[in-house]
C-alpha cells in the first residue's frame, strides 16, 4: 500500500539530504502515512483534536485552565533511563567512562531491527526544527522523525519548529538526524542512541519527554556538547537569568544545577519584598549554549523555545511566575486532577485530587497522586518574567556562572572560586542528590559534573579540558560559584529559607563582579565577609552555619574528589589536580 504524504503547500525548497532520509525511513520503518509539520497554529490544534478523540489527551476545566490539556504515559515510562541511553563512538575512551558506550555499528543493527515496519498504520511526522533564535548564527537545526503525535505537540512548543526551520536548513546545509517510534513502549526494548560522530540520534520505545523529544536533552546537550567541542563554544545544562539592581543596571548570569534541583524556580525568581527596585528576567531555564565573543566575553543563548518543567511543589508561594504560566495553554503530563477536571498536584495547596496521574481514584496508600516528575510544556513567552532579550541573536552576556547541588552538609551557602581554572575543578566536583527526574533510587548522593552527568555527549576529562581551552580564550571570563540552597541542620531542618530570598547571594556575586564586596579567603574558595540579612528571619548561629567549612568533611570530600577523577585517567587535564592538591594543602594547614 502506497505511503500517503502530507506536505507544506506551497513546499520549500527541500534539502536533498532530508529528503533522502525521510524516504529512507519510510522505507525502514513502513509508515501508513507522512506529514511534514508547518509549525503553525492550526497543525497543533489538529493534532490536539487528534489526540482528545483518540483519548490520549483530556481536556482540563476551561473556566480554570483555558486552552490546558492532560497527557498520561505509561507507568513504565515517566523519566530519563540513563542505563539505556548510548554515547555510540568508533572509540569507547571517546564516549568516556561518564557514557554508556556501544560500537556505532552495533547500534545502527540493533535499532534497525528494532526500528523495522514499527510505523505500520501509523503516521510518520516529520519535524524540522531550529534549537535558538531562527535567525542567530549561534543556533543549530535538526529534523526529529516520530510516529508520535504528542512528542510533536511537545516539539512545536519547545522548539522553532516548522517551515521557517526547513528553509534554515536548505540554507546551512547542515542538521541533526533524530529518529524516534514509541514502538510498544517496552521497557525491555527501549534504546536511545547518540552518534555525535555522525550528528544523529536514534530513540526506540519511550514516549517521555528527554527520551523522546529529541531537540531537549538529546540533541540540545549530547549533540550539541560534541558540536561545541569541535567549534569552540559550550552547550550546557544552565539556566540563563537577568538580574536587573534597582539602578537600572541588568547582568545576566548562567546556573547549572541537576534536575529538579530548583532550576527552574531560580530562572523565574519572584525579588522578596524586602529587595525593592530589584527585577529578574528569565532568558531560559535549563540549557544555554555559551559562545565566546570577539569581545572576550562569553556570550549565551537559550536553544528552547518553552519550557518542560517539574510541577509538583509549584505554587504562587514558591514560583508565582510559573504558576501563573501554567494556567492557560499548557500541555501536562502525569499530574493528577480534581473532581471538576482542575489539574493538581503535591505542593499545590489548593484542591483535592479526585484521579490519580494514571487516571485512578485516588487512594493515598497508592503513593503520590501526581507524579513526583510530572510535567508542564509551555511556550516560553506566557511567563510573566520572559526577558525582552531571550531572541536577540547574538545572546546575552554572562557576568558570572553558578554551580549548585543538593547537599544537606559539607557546601556552603555560596562560595567563589579562585580563578576559572578553579572554576572548572568546582563543577567538575559538583554532586547532588538524586532526584525523580531519573530511573533509580532518590537521595543518593552523586557527582554530577556541571549537572552534566546524564548529558555530556563525550569523555568528561576532554570535556573539562576543552571548559580550560575555552575559559583561555575570554578576555574578560565570567567569575565562577558554587552555591547550595539544601544545607540542614543537625535535626534536618532548612538553614536558608531559599525561594526569593536567593537573590541576596545573587547580588552578592554581583556586587563581587563588579569590585564592591568583600570576601574572605578559604582553602576551597572565597565567602561573603556578609550578606544582606535584613528583614530575613535567619539566626546568626545559622548564617554562621550556612557560610562554615568543616575542615574533616571537606577533608573527606576532597579525597571523594580525587577518588572520582582518577577514573578518567590519561584523559583528565592535570590543571585540575594541580587545582584539587591547592585546596587539600589549605585544608591541611
Not at 548564527?137 to 519548529?161: F, W
Not at 508565582?320 to 502525569?334: C, G, H, K, Q, S
Request: charged residues 20%.
Amino acid at each position: 500500500m502506497a505511503t500517503a504524504v502530507h506536505m507544506m503547500s506551497p513546499l520549500p525548497e527541500l534539502s536533498r539530504d532530508v529528503a533522502e532520509w525521510v524516504n529512507s525511513v519510510r522505507e525502514l520503518t513502513q509508515p501508513r502515512a507522512i506529514h511534514w509539520c508547518e509549525g503553525t497554529e492550526a497543525e497543533a490544534h489538529g493534532l490536539t483534536d487528534q489526540l482528545l478523540r483518540a483519548g490520549e489527551l483530556t481536556t482540563l476545566n476551561p473556566q480554570y485552565f483555558p486552552g490546558c490539556h492532560l497527557a498520561r504515559s505509561a507507568p513504565n515510562d515517566v523519566a530519563r533511563v540513563e542505563h539505556l541511553t548510548y554515547i555510540c563512538t568508533r572509540s569507547q575512551q571517546d564516549a568516556g567512562p561518564n557514557n554508556h558506550w556501544m560500537e556505532p555499528q552495533a547500534a545502527h543493527t540493533k535499532m534497525r531491527e528494532l526500528f523495522r515496519g514499527c510505523m505500520r498504520e501509523r503516521t510518520l511526522y516529520v519535524i524540522p526544527y531550529c534549537m535558538g533564535p531562527i535567525d542567530s548564527p549561534l543556533s543549530r537545526c535538526g529534523v526529529e522523525l516520530t510516529d508520535s503525535p504528542y512528542v510533536v505537540l511537545n516539539m512545536l512548543i519547545m522548539t522553532r519548529a516548522g517551515r521557517a526551520a526547513l528553509e534554515r536548513i536548505v540554507h546551512d546545509g547542515t542538521f541533526v538526524r533524530g529518529l524516534h517510534s514509541t514502538g510498544e513502549l517496552d521497557p525491555e526494548r527501549r534504546f536511545i542512541m547518540h552518534f555525535p560522530e555522525e550528528l544523529a540520534i536514534d530513540s526506540f520505545g519511550s514516549g517521555y519527554g528527554g527520551n523522546a523529544l529529541l531537540g531537549k536533552k538529546c540533541h540540545a546537550l549530547r549533540i550539541a556538547s560534541w558540536q561545541a567541542r569541535t567549534e569552540g563554544w559550550l552547550a550546557e545544562h544552565m539556566l540563563i537569568v537577568g538580574l536587573q539592581n534597582p539602578k537600572g543596571e541588568t547582568h545576566y548570569i548562567a546556573c547549572a544545577f541537576p534536575s529538579a534541583c530548583g532550576k527552574t524556580n531560580l530562572a523565574m525568581l519572584i525579588p522578596p519584598d524586602s529587595m525593592p527596585g530589584w527585577r529578574v528576567f528569565t532568558v531560559g531555564d535549563d540549557i544555554a549554549w555559551l559562545h565566546p565573543g570577539k569581545d572576550g566575553r562569553l556570550w549565551a543563548i537559550n536553544p528552547e523555545a518553552g519550557y518542560f518543567g517539574v510541577v509538583p511543589g509549584t505554587n504562587p508561594q514558591t514560583n508565582r511566575n510559573a504558576y501563573e504560566m501554567i494556567r492557560r495553554d499548557t500541555l501536562f503530563t502525569n499530574v493528577a486532577a480534581t473532581a471538576d477536571n482542575q489539574p493538581w498536584w503535591e505542593g499545590l495547596q489548593t484542591g483535592t485530587p479526585a484521579l490519580d496521574w494514571q487516571g485512578r481514584p485516588y487512594d493515598p496508600a497508592r503513593g503520590p497522586a501526581a507524579h513526583p516528575n510530572s510535567r508542564f510544556t509551555v511556550a516560553a513567552k506566557r511567563n510573566p518574567g520572559y526577558s525582552p532579550h531571550a531572541e536577540d541573536a547574538r545572546g546575552v552576556p554572562i557576568t558570572a556562572l553558578v554551580f549548585g547541588g543538593r547537599r544537606r552538609e559539607v557546601a556552603p551557602l555560596v562560595y567563589e572560586a579562585r580563578d576559572w581554572r578553579h572554576g572548572v575543578l568546582v563543577g567538575a566536583s559538583v554532586a547532588s542528590e538524586t532526584t525523580a527526574a531519573m530511573v533509580g533510587q532518590v537521595g543518593i548522593t552523586r557527582r554530577d559534573p556541571m549537572a552534566m552527568k546524564p548529558f555530556c555527549g563525550y569523555n568528561f576529562g576532554d570535556y573539562w579540558q576543552h571548559w580550560l581551552n575555552v575559559g583561555a580564550k575570554l578576555t574578560h571570563a565570567p567569575r565562577i560559584y558554587h552555591v547550595n540552597w539544601f544545607r540542614r541542620d543537625a535535626q534536618g531542618k532548612f538553614l536558608w529559607p531559599g525561594f526569593g530570598e536567593n537573590l541576596r547571594v545573587l547580588s552578592w556575586m554581583l556586587d563581587r563582579c563588579a569590585g564592591k564586596a568583600d570576601a574572605v579567603d578559604s582553602p576551597i574558595g572565597r565567602l561573603p565577609r556578609s550578606l544582606d540579612m535584613a528583614g530575613l528571619n535567619v539566626s546568626a548561629e545559622a548564617l554562621a552555619a550556612l557560610l562554615s567549612v568543616d575542615g574533616p568533611l571537606w577533608r573527606k570530600e576532597t579525597s571523594e574528589i580525587r577518588a572520582y577523577l582518577g577514573q578518567f585517567g590519561e584523559r583528565l587535564p592535570q590543571e585540575l589536580l594541580q587545582e584539587l592538591s591547592r585546596t587539600e594543602a589549605g585544608l591541611a594547614g
